[in-house]
């Protein structure tokens, strides 16, 4: 069964840090880019930052320099590490496999004082 399911969203404080993670089953992962996206209320989902299959990364503009993205292929695992979180990154973020069409259900992410 192809499965990806997100964790380790929830609430932070402006500034605050949290990593999510993501599990991927019935994929070939370790062949595949592996991204997250993301969709704030109101707003088109868009593209936060990829991983390759060797780990070359690359991200949004709008992120840059506090979201870090990274794998695991033994484990089939993606993170993103969030740093500097902004009310602005308030969101569903979106763990997914592009090139397959592929997405998790998605997980809260709110800033929030």
């Known amino acids: 069964q192809v499965q990806l399911v997100e964790s380790g969203g929830g609430l932070v404080q402006p500034g605050g840090s949290l990593t999510l993670s993501c599990v991927a089953s019935?994929?070939?992962?370790?062949?595949?880019?592996m991204a997250w996206y993301r969709q704030a209320p109101g707003k088109q989902r868009e593209w936060v930052a990829l991983v390759t299959p060797g780990s070359g990364t690359t991200s949004a503009d709008s992120v840059k320099g506090r979201f870090t993205i990274s794998r695991d292929n033994a484990k089939n695992m993606v993170y993103l590490q969030m740093n500097s979180i902004e009310p602005e990154d308030t969101a569903v973020y979106y763990c997914g496999a592009p090139s397959r069409d592929l997405w998790g259900h998605g997980i809260q992410v709110t800033a929030s004082s």
């Open positions: 019935g994929i070939s992962f370790s062949l595949l880019n």
